[in-house]
């Protein structure tokens, strides 16, 4: 079975978390949310989620994604070293990483930004000019997406991405997108 750490911290924007994680879930894989400062993290809107782990806990375990959901915990997260050199570990070992809205900030501080073709919220264009503003853009191992409007498009995509497109087409259709 395929695993997804998503990384969660107080601030995060739950569509952007939550969408994905059920679209993951729903796929068969297994998705492991792990909170960075606790296991009750509280999002931008106020609603609170208790992650399965926290992030230290999983540190050492094996996971075929990494995803990043945005919000105003991105400026957080783009502070802590630990977050951004975990994203570095994942791209040097190929795998894929999945940011939305916000997040890809965060693979800007990783360095993994120049030269490839990824979207965001419109917010971050100011600092990241290349931002293209489409839905959903995949780039070799880096899946990018605008924001919670397209929590569910980002989440079947990257169900296509683990584990193929007829899977990803089945589920869209059972959640009738």
Request: glycine share 12%; aromatic share 4%; net charge negative.
């Amino acid at each position: 079975m395929k695993r997804v750490l998503c990384i969660l911290d107080d601030g995060f924007e739950e569509i952007e978390a939550v969408a994905p994680v059920d679209v993951l879930r729903r796929a068969g894989l297994e998705v492991v949310m792990a909170g960075v400062a606790g296991k009750e993290v509280e999002g931008k809107n106020g609603i609170c989620v208790v992650a399965d782990r926290l992030l230290d806990e999983v540190a050492g375990e094996t996971f075929d994604a990494l995803f990043l959901p945005g919000g105003p915990a991105v400026m957080k997260l783009r502070e802590n070293q630990r977050v951004i050199d975990l994203i570095k570990r994942y791209s040097d070992a190929g795998k894929l990483i999945a940011a939305i809205c916000a997040a890809p900030l965060l693979l800007h501080e990783a360095g993994l930004l120049a030269g490839r073709n990824f979207t965001g919220h419109f917010s971050i264009t100011e600092e990241l000019p290349e931002n293209n503003g489409e839905r959903v853009v995949r780039d070799g191992n880096l899946l990018t997406s605008r924001g919670a409007g397209t929590a569910v498009e980002f989440g079947l995509a990257l169900v296509e991405m683990l584990v193929g497109r007829e899977k990803a087409d089945e589920l869209g259709k059972s959640i009738m997108v």
